[in-house]
């Protein structure tokens, strides 16, 4: 077997799902939501299955869907894109790994920020890339200078972005995006940028796409997702969207993966990327009640939390709320238990782990939180008396 997945255990989000359904334990690790997605856009898709052709779709995606995520950008996030500029995938991560495979040659550098989206390391390591970990640390999480000066060098190819975060789920702000900006440029480096959140932020704040800061957009392969944007994160529906030239070089990779992409979903996500505005100020009013909700809830069981700009997640610090465990053996405890899973922060770092924050998620009904927030007022009283 090849030795970058024989040394990996089964990814976190799935053991913990994997627990929390043995032990019918309520869910708050894996990043699904369990309300606000768009019914028309499930019955569009149910309508394109039954009414439109079943069969392959061009290898870069449905021409509709092509031409709905240049305009979805263009409206939003004020980018001039053309459909050719597009490569739909099944879902970001193939859209990432479709990008790491086909820009990564053997022996280049890549920069990545720890703490890291599970799949970022083992699709570099696959490609050949030789990792170079920037480490954000809390509770700010900020990119600095210094950071990235230790970790660029003449060798860098590449560098894996992720904004808003996950894990952190920080939105980094316009300095940061300059200075990552100013670092690729000066290594002529390549930016994958997974920007799988940019409608699920909070406080009014507004995506900065990396491929708006100068001299980024002929050198960024942005990463989108249809499951994000409308909680149908089974879907598997996303996209990678680049410059011509580097676009067509992801789908040759795209083109060996899975190739295509099911029609029908595609033809719905089409239809739903051209919502009004208002439909996507609504969604996140909502994940932003239910992060609001979120908090309350554990901050009045004695949790002390770290902001949350974007993403469906808030991290709870077990040192500042007086648990002295580790976050692995919390999560453990609290899904085998206390009937609630969530995700130790520990998991997504390479090297020399954060171990006391733990990762919520929010994205839920209040009912789902109020039961998740009493599973973890017990874990609090068992690891007080422990
Ligand atoms: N993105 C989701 C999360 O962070 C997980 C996706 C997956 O399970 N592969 O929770």
Redesign the pocket.
């Known amino acids: 077997m090849n030795p970058v997945f024989a040394r990996l255990p089964t990814?976190i989000?799935?053991a913990m799902s994997m627990a929390a359904r043995e032990r019918t334990a309520v869910n708050l690790g894996?990043?699904f939501p369990d309300f606000g997605w768009p019914d028309d856009v499930v019955a569009k898709a149910a309508e394109a299955l039954t009414g439109a052709a079943s069969q392959y779709p061009p290898m870069r995606g449905l021409p509709e869907l092509r031409e709905a995520v240049a305009a979805h950008y263009g409206r939003h996030q004020g980018l001039a894109l053309d459909a050719e500029q597009v490569i739909v995938t099944s879902g970001a991560t193939e859209a990432i790994a479709a990008s790491l495979l086909a820009l990564i040659a053997p022996g280049d550098e890549v920069v990545l920020f720890q703490p890291l989206y599970d799949a970022y390391l083992p699709l570099v390591l696959r490609a050949g890339g030789v990792p170079r970990l920037v480490r954000l640390t809390p509770p700010g999480w900020r990119i600095t200078e210094d950071a990235l000066a230790a970790a660029f060098s003449p060798n860098t190819r590449l560098v894996v972005f992720n904004n808003p975060h996950?894990p952190t789920a920080r939105a980094f702000d316009e300095t940061e995006l300059a200075l990552l900006a100013r670092f690729c440029v000066d290594h002529d480096a390549i930016a994958v940028s997974d920007e799988v959140w940019e409608h699920v932020m909070f406080d009014g704040l507004v995506h900065l796409p990396l491929s708006a800061m100068p001299g980024m957009a002929e050198r960024t392969v942005k990463i989108g997702s249809a499951g994000k944007i409308f909680s149908l994160t089974g879907w598997k529906v996303g996209w990678a969207v680049a410059a011509p030239d580097l676009a067509a070089q992801v789908a040759r990779a795209h083109q060996f993966v899975t190739f295509t992409t099911p029609p029908n979903l595609q033809a719905a996500a089409a239809y739903g990327l051209g919502k009004e505005h208002d439909y996507f100020t609504a969604m996140r009013a909502r994940f932003q009640e239910a992060r609001d909700v979120l908090q309350a809830a554990v901050e009045g069981e004695g949790y002390k939390v770290l902001p949350a700009e974007g993403t469906y997640f808030l991290n709870v610090d077990l040192a500042a709320s007086g648990i002295a465990a580790d976050d692995m053996s919390f999560c453990t405890r609290a899904v085998e238990q206390c009937g609630v899973a969530a995700i130790p922060l520990s998991a997504f770092y390479a090297e020399a782990p954060v171990t006391n924050v733990v990762r919520l998620c929010f994205a839920k009904r209040p009912e789902t939180i109020e039961q998740g927030v009493a599973g973890l007022a017990t874990a609090r009283i068992l690891f007080e008396k422990a």
């Open positions: 990814s989000f799935e894996q990043g996950n």
